[in-house]
């Protein structure tokens, strides 16, 4: 799965600043994460900005929208077009006819934010809800996530460039990694794998997704949506997170290391080996 080749850091000049002297030595070059504004639109009817990295772009609007709710599959996509310049981006996504027409009777203002995942709900009561409970699937095994954590940082070129950027990367069941994409929001790099995941037809039960960023509500949900039943995360859960685990019947895995991580009740969950749970 490959990923686009759009721009996403810029050389900015720099110095180095001593709390003992002020600046000091002389100016260097650093790679500096590009941040855009990115409107996803439905139909040329805009329904969000969205801060994020320009890359993968179109990813990022299939995996919205199934994250969002507004499709159910790649197929209720007919076209979708993007464009992008020095300070900005658009995607117009073009759906079906019964797409376009629940997502105009679908009310929701969002404007979004980086790595905000539930910006513009109205009340509590559009708190969005579980879809489906996850089929029980085969537990991943314990050194499949150790090599998968492993090998994170060698698909994070971005981040290795601007140490700025989030990951999220799809895994076969023996821990290799598929695919990875990178933003400057989590949420946004787990809905740019989401969409590149969508456009292969990869078959959710074959896999895991590990992000690189904490475990919030929404990393949950987007995954869920998707239909992967097991997520490793670097860092760690909130409790909304594991709540929406648990309704979910999802496997979560957090504080993942090389060689051990915790183990969060949730689903059919596999601990790496010496693992507290």
């Known amino acids: 799965m490959p990923q686009s080749e759009a721009v996403g850091s810029i050389p900015t000049e720099a110095r180095a600043y001593r709390y003992d002297s002020g600046l000091t030595g002389p ?4 790679e500096i994460a590009v941040e855009t504004p990115i409107e996803i639109a439905f139909g040329g009817a805009p329904f969000a900005v969205m801060m994020a990295t320009p890359c993968d772009i179109e ?6 929208a199934l994250t969002e709710g507004i499709i159910e599959a790649i197929e209720d996509i007919r076209a979708i077009e993007a464009a992008i310049d020095a300070t900005s981006g658009r995607v117009n996504v073009t759906l079906s006819g019964e797409r376009m027409g629940a997502h105009l009777a679908r009310k929701r203002a969002m404007s979004g934010r980086t790595g905000c995942g ?3 709900i109205e009340d509590l009561e559009h708190l969005p809800r579980v879809r489906r409970r996850l089929m029980p699937t085969r537990p991943i095994a314990p050194e499949a996530i150790g090599t998968a954590v492993a090998g994170l940082a060698s698909v994070q070129p971005l981040n290795a460039q601007t140490r700025a950027v989030h ?6 069941r023996d821990g290799a990694i598929r695919a990875a994409r990178e933003d400057v929001g989590r949420h946004n790099a787990l809905d740019k794998l989401i969409g590149a995941l969508l456009r292969e037809k990869a078959d959710p039960d074959d896999g895991f997704v590990l992000i690189s960023s ?3 509500f929404e990393m949950v949900a987007k995954t869920a ?3 992967a039943a097991t997520l490793v ?3 760690a859960p909130t409790s909304l997170a ?6 979910c019947g999802l496997a979560l895995i957090a504080i993942a290391r090389a060689d051990q991580a915790l183990s969060f009740p949730g689903g059919a969950v596999a601990a790496s080996r010496g693992a507290a749970a």
Do not use: H, K, Q
């Open 27 to 30: 100016l260097f070059t650093r």
């Open 59 to 64: 990813d990022f609007a299939i995996g919205f």
């Open 118 to 120: 539930l910006c513009g």
């Open 167 to 172: 990951a999220a990367a799809w895994c076969a």
């Open 214 to 216: 904490r475990c919030s």
């Open 225 to 227: 949506a998707f239909g």
């Open 233 to 235: 995360s670097v860092s």
């Open 242 to 247: 594991l709540r929406r685990a648990d309704e």
